[in-house]
């Protein structure tokens, strides 16, 4: 396999998702095993759903907790924390993945795209910032109020809703000359464009997974294989 090389003037934008945390145990989405498979998008994950039972809602996000906190980084993760540590302000990485297996691997330099498990916020959105909310709920009555006297909500981006930071995405995309994503689907918007909006500005785009995305097509380079066992290794900085 060739070395991806990054050389002094390039700077590093990575998107990951659900794929990279698939060989620390957490399931990915749209496998035949995955979470969309035993779990209906419409009642867990989309503002109606929080409308009309939030309880079942919140305990979607509770096991997704629970599975959460007990998972470990895998090499992928420390790999992408390592390269940003040789690369400092050279590296940014955008992540589609609420899990903070990333963070848990040295990661400092980036952003959850689609909200965070371990973050809860006001479902008025009254202007408080989300707040730190590790809690395994087991029942809605357990769930703690806002200071306003909206429910806290899952930090979570729902399906119909708009993800997070895009525009401070967008600059890091305009500024990156190489562009590396790792187990995403490109099944879900913007996060499957971010490829070419790098591309447009004649940036490489290299994609790390062990199969073909919807997007393949926009990509210059597709290494097949899990990110675990690709990614150690696989930078050479100059
Ligand atoms: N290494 C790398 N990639 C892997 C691995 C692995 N070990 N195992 C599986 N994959 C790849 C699959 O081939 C697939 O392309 O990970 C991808 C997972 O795709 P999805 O399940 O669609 O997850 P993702 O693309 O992150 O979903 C995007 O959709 O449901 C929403 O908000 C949710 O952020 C999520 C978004």
Partial sequence: MSKIIIEPKDRVFVLTGAGISAESGLPTFRAEDGLWAGHSVEEVCTADAWVRNPEKVWLFYAERRAAGFKAKPNPA?????????????????????VDTLHEAAGSKRLVHMHGQLDRAR???????????????????????RCA???????????????????????????????????????SVYPAAGFVNWAQRQGARTVYIGPERPLNASSFTEIVLGKAGQVLPGLFEVQ
């Fill in 148 to 186: 306003c006297g909206g429910r806290l909500r899952p930090h979570i981006v729902f399906f119909g809703e708009m993800p997070l930071e895009v525009e401070f995405i967008e600059e890091k995309i305009a500024a990156s000359t190489v562009m590396v994503v790792i187990g995403t689907s490109g």
């Fill in 77 to 97: 993760h420390t790999a992408l924390a390592e390269l940003e540590a040789r690369l400092g302000d050279r590296f940014f990485l955008c992540t589609q993945n």
């Fill in 122 to 144: 006001c479902e008025n959105e009254c202007g408080r910032p989300p707040v730190v909310d590790n809690t395994v709920y087991t029942t809605l009555a357990e769930v703690p």
